[in-house]
């Protein structure tokens, strides 16, 4: 599965999904800044909090603190998912 920017193609993916972001710096950091105000609204409807971790995967394609922060998420997630499986004799739970 894949999950972050494409630094190739420009484009976000999430999953089996992919969304064409801006090529230009600020367009990305306005993107990403709009989708975590608009997370923290949540409680409104059609906003949704879901719009938060989505907006910090579009800012970690430009800025470097909150990029380490999503690396160390997918080690940590990463050597979870390796420790499940090794506990279950190498199948994958669902």
């Not at 800044?33 to 938060?52: N, Q, R, Y």
């Not at 989505?54 to 050597?79: E, I, N, T």
């Given at each position: ?21 801006p ?11 709009a ?7 949540g ?13 910090l ?38």
């Amino acid at each position: 599965m894949k999950f972050g920017m494409d630094h190739r193609t420009h484009r976000l993916n999430v999953g089996k999904w992919s969304v064409a972001m801006p090529r230009s710096r600020v367009g990305r950091i306005a993107t990403g800044s709009a989708l975590v105000v608009g997370g923290t609204l949540g409680f409104l409807p059609v906003l949704g909090f879901w719009m938060i971790p989505l907006g910090l995967v579009v800012l970690s394609h430009d800025l470097p603190a909150v990029r380490r922060q999503r690396r160390r998420l997918a080690v940590w997630w990463a050597s979870r998912q390796n420790r499940r499986d090794t506990r279950n004799g190498g199948r994958r739970q669902p």
